[in-house]
């Protein structure tokens, strides 16, 4: 179990508990836990200052793999009891893991309050487009015509995407990143820890038994240069092998277009530059699909606001500099009391 | 606040001495029928009187004015004896229109005051509530001692001065039935003139006019040939002490915040609003310096998995609801008995199925409570029978939840969350304190490690160095907490679970006899609310001679250890309950013997004449 270390001394080990990983051999899964425990050393944050909360699924079995604090809760609910361990103690880092079926099914609506709210939590979203756990039917983010068990004519449901549906409900931090990427996702989980409010990664990742190669067509080392936009604040937002492809925002069709460096007069000066802090820009390039569009990755929207764990402990302390640390004896006899 | 008598009567006035009288106010929704009764409760507690009350309210927060549907009504028992419930019949009723007499006449004693408000009696009123003919106009009412007052006109012209508004005018016209009603039993107004001056600070227009409106009821009692008797009622003998009126909701809520004081351990309430919970919410909402968070969560779920999480990160997790509220927060209870976690539910019950009668009262969670959850669940229900047993209650939840490290679930219900009684205030000194017990040592820890005695795992909390562990709702090991899929090992855990459960009935009170002694002819035993009428029914049957026990169960889950021999000893046992039989199923399953139920289930407490006619005919048969 676990040791007594120091937070400059930290290493993955100290991360990594002594349970058997138990997700199928090649499963997205194992690049994510690798990534984050080589990253968590680097926040400085003891493992018994650190809770890991997860729903059910694939990815929720993640906390049993942490040598941390874990909570491995019910389907749908780990934002609510995330966001209970962090009011009850804020100062604990609470992370939490959730997937697409978990997250955006049985509990979007957990998930949509969670971001509107905004406690200091960082969730990660594994999205394989599948639900792995029950063995293969498709799931809220399954495209349109999915034949699995459950569909065997094809799925009817209009896919959700996670992005947008985040930055619709009010999140201050949103990103997107893939499972196989280390170097990436590390920049963004950095970026997620240091954000305070809750955040939102979205981490696109392969079930290679029910839905193999799924993000292929954006992902594959051939042609992810062409098919992913790297988004990096303050630079323009060019895209490609050569970095030669751009975004501009077209005014009439009220959309992003690409428009290529070098044609038609357009220069580097004309590309739309990345900025993290607009809301508007952040819902045009969640909504960027392949074909249409390259994949936007990194962080999409940033933006701080009070946390909701801060309001509580906040409007707490008022309470007690306005009327003192509550009394019993007082409460009882207070207002209308008579004496035999 | 010390109190003191009452004001001298105007001399001549010929008044009577009274034991104690029920009055029902009833009246359109938006005729404030609700604050009349609790002014009047308030002002009769302040005199000393013991009381019992009863508001009775649409689910419709604003029915449509004058409908059948729309009435609301509050009943009040005060008395210079100790009474338990709000009485059988009024010797009052107060109609503030055709819809409220309607619906409430049959409540009324023959020979009873029935002061109606005569200016509601139009036509159109008249329609909406089904009457044909205006009963103020026929012999239908011949029966009561009928009082036929124009109270709008009379109100009007007594608020006048102030320029209010013709509708804001009309909105003072309970307090001039209040008014009235003080003066017919002789009751001071100043508690509420004071109660006025605070509510409608911000408007010393409203505060004249209401005052003004309370004035003139109480001498249009003085100065009309009023032919009916006026009365006192003098001030119960209770035992000395301090008192306060106090409603159940309120109480369950102050017993929490005790609770959080008794135990150093702050409490973190996870709550969605429902009826006729949400009361709860609000008043712990108010406390946020007495040890307490209040979360208002996007539903039930997440109320509860809100209080798990923080139960899990060391607070005690607390989430109040009423029934179909319970039935969503199943899956979350059941995962707090898988992870031991110590964790209150309050279900102020309501009835049902489903939406039911939200404003209603019913006991038809029990077998929810008990049994509700998918897999073997075991946990502890404990059921309050008083508005001040509430505050122990709610202090006992806590206390078993922490040292057992188990969900607990708390049944109150609507009649119980709304009613209100004088409430002796415990002495804060002398209330137990709750030993809370956070594991801290690494050496040789699992989360799963147990108590020898109480089976209650540890409590290792998040941020503590050398106890870091996952858990979840998976079966676990007993030896390690690991997950486990092991055969036997289930078949331990699930034992142990259970037996933990069970042995709470060591740390509990053995079950008493609130009236009558052991082995006798028949024991009427019920639960929660039904207390007051119980006893009132029992009582009466033994003055008539009749060997009839009473007992009131509080701990459903487990039963005390002498409930079964205490049963044994009765030729008969009755258990009534506001449900089609819940707890009798629970006593047959668990001591086989042949109880018998009387059920009930009509969205109304019982009142003690049916019990009484139940009890006799089964004796006297
Ligand atoms: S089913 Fe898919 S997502 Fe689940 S562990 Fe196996 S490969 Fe991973």
């Known amino acids: 179990m676990s040791k007594l270390i120091s937070a400059d001394k930290l290493t993955r080990a100290d991360f990594t508990s002594d349970q058997e990983v138990r997700w199928c051999p090649g499963c997205g899964d194992y690049a994510i836990l690798a990534t984050v425990q080589r990253l968590m050393p680097e926040f400085g944050v003891l493992p018994h200052q650190m809770v890991w909360v997860s729903g059910i699924g694939c990815s929720s079995r993640f906390p049993y793999y942490m040598d941390t604090y874990g909570f491995h809760t019910i389907h749908g609910r780990a934002p609510a009891f995330a966001t209970g361990i962090k009011i009850a103690n804020p100062h604990l880092a609470v992370w939490m893991v959730t997937g697409d079926g978990d997250g955006l099914s049985i509990g979007g609506n957990h998930l949509m309050h969670f971001l509107r709210r905004n406690p200091n939590v960082n969730a990660l979203l594994f999205n394989n487009e599948i639900y792995g756990l029950t063995k293969g039917q498709y799931s809220p983010t399954s495209e349109v015509g999915k034949v699995t068990k459950s569909t065997p004519l094809g799925s009817p449901d209009h896919p959700l995407q996670p992005v947008p549906f985040a930055l619709g409900a009010g999140a201050g931090f949103v990103a997107r990143t893939v499972a196989t990427e280390a170097k990436h996702q590390m920049m963004v989980l950095r970026r997620a820890n240091e954000h305070k409010g809750a955040t939102l990664t979205e981490i696109f990742q392969n079930c290679n038994v029910f839905n193999d190669g799924a993000f292929d067509k954006f992902t594959a080392r051939d042609v992810k240069a062409d098919r992913q936009l790297l988004l990096e604040h303050g630079q323009p937002m060019l895209f490609g092998k050569d970095r030669t492809q751009g975004l501009v925002f077209d005014i009439k069709s009220f959309a992003l277009s690409i428009v290529k460096v070098g044609e038609n007069g357009v220069t580097e000066d004309d590309i739309l530059v990345h900025d993290e802090h607009n809301l508007n820009l952040a819902h045009l390039l969640a909504r960027m699909q392949y074909p249409a569009y390259p994949v936007a990755l990194g962080v999409i929207y940033s933006e701080e606001r009070p946390t909701y764990d801060d309001v509580l402990t906040e409007q707490g302390a008022t309470a007690v500099k306005k009327f003192g640390r509550g009394s019993l004896k007082e409460l009882l006899h207070s207002g209308d009391t008579w004496t035999v | ?57 649409p689910a419709e927060i604003r029915a449509p004015a004058g409908t059948l549907y729309g009435v609301s009504a509050f009943q009040i028992n005060f008395s210079s004896d100790a009474v338990f419930t709000p009485g059988d019949a009024p010797d009052v009723l107060v109609a503030m229109n055709p819809a409220g007499l309607k619906t ?49 006109k009379q109100t009007q012209a007594a608020v006048k001065e102030t320029g209010l508004t013709s509708k804001e005018a009309g909105r003072c016209k309970n307090f001039w039935t209040l008014g009235l009603m003080y003066w017919i039993y002789s009751r001071p107004r100043e508690a509420t003139i004071k109660w006025l001056e605070a509510k409608f600070a911000k408007r010393p227009d409203i505060v004249k006019a209401n005052i003004l409106a309370l004035n003139a009821g109480h001498a249009y009692g003085e100065t009309i040939e009023f032919s009916h008797e006026r009365y006192e009622v003098p001030s119960a003998k209770h035992s000395p002490g301090t008192y ?111 939406t039911g009668l939200p404003t209603k009262t019913e006991q038809s969670d029990l077998l929810q409570a008990m049994y509700g959850r998918n897999g073997e669940s075991p946990l502890p229900v404990i059921a309050a029978y008083s508005p001040g047993d509430c505050f122990h209650s709610a202090i006992e939840a806590v206390r078993i939840a922490t040292k057992y490290m188990t969900p607990v679930i708390l049944l109150t219900d609507g009649y119980l969350g709304n009613g209100a009684e004088p409430w002796r205030i415990p002495d804060v000194d002398y209330l137990p304190k709750i030993e809370v017990k956070k594991h801290t040592d690494p050496e040789g820890f ?77 024991l009427v035993l019920g639960w929660g609310s039904t207390f007051g009428a119980i006893r009132e029914a029992v009582s009466r049957c033994r003055e008539r001679g009749l060997d009839v026990a009473h007992a009131q169960l509080k701990y459903i889950n487990p039963f005390p250890e002498n409930l079964q021999s205490l049963l044994a000893g009765f030729d008969r046992v009755l258990v009534p309950e506001m ?7 629970v006593l047959r399953s668990q001591f086989m013997m042949p109880i018998e139920s009387y059920a009930k289930i009509e969205g109304q407490p019982f009142k003690i004449a049916e019990l009484e006619t139940r009890i006799r005919g089964l004796m006297e048969s």
Request: proline content about 5%; glycine content about 10%.
């Open chain 2, 579 to 585: 449900n089609m039989g819940q707890l009798v199923k």
């Open chain 2, 244 to 354: 306060r009126n106090i409603s159940g909701n309120q109480a369950i809520a102050w017993g929490f915040l005790a609770a959080a004081e008794l135990s150093g351990t702050e409490i973190v309430l996870g709550s969605y609003p429902i009826t006729p919970a949400s009361d709860v919410l609000h008043e712990l909402a108010k406390y946020k310096h007495h040890g307490i968070t209040t979360m208002q969560a996007e539903d039930e779920i997440a109320a509860v998995c809100t209080a798990i999480g923080a139960s899990y990160a060391g607070k005690i997790g607390l989430t109040t609801t009423s029934g179909p509220g319970l039935a969503l927060k199943t899956e979350g209870i059941g995962l707090a008995v898988c992870t031991e976690l110590p964790l209150v539910v309050l279900d102020v019950q309501r009835a049902g199925p489903s």
């Open chain 2, 104 to 152: 409430n006449l049959s409540h009324l004693k023959t020979g009873g005051l029935l002061i109606v408000n005569a200016d509601a009696f139009s036509k159109a009123n008249l329609k909406k509530a089904s009457y044909d003919e205006n009963p103020l106009e026929d012999d239908s009412l011949n029966a009561y001692h009928l009082l036929s007052v124009d109270i709008g």
């Open chain 2, 1 to 57: 606040m010390a109190q003191s008598a009452a004001p001298q009567p105007p001399t001549g006035a010929k008044i009577k001495t009274l034991n104690g009288a029920v009055v029902r106010f009833a009246g359109d929704s938006g005729d404030g029928m609700q604050i009349t009764g609790s002014q009047f409760t308030s002002t009769s507690a302040l005199l000393g009187n013991d009381l019992t009350t009863f508001p009775d309210f």
């Open chain 2, 446 to 522: 699992h989360p799963w490690l147990r108590d020898e005695e109480t089976l209650a795992r540890v409590w290792p909390i998040p941020g503590t160095p050398g106890t870091t562990h996952r858990i979840g709702g998976l079966e676990k090991d007993y030896n390690s907490g690991n997950i486990s899929y092991d055969a036997a090992n289930h078949q331990r855990m699930s034992d142990v679970r259970a037996a933990k459960v069970a042995g709470i009935a060591k740390d509990i009170p053995a079950q008493s006899l609130e009236l009558g002694k052991e082995n006798g002819m028949l």
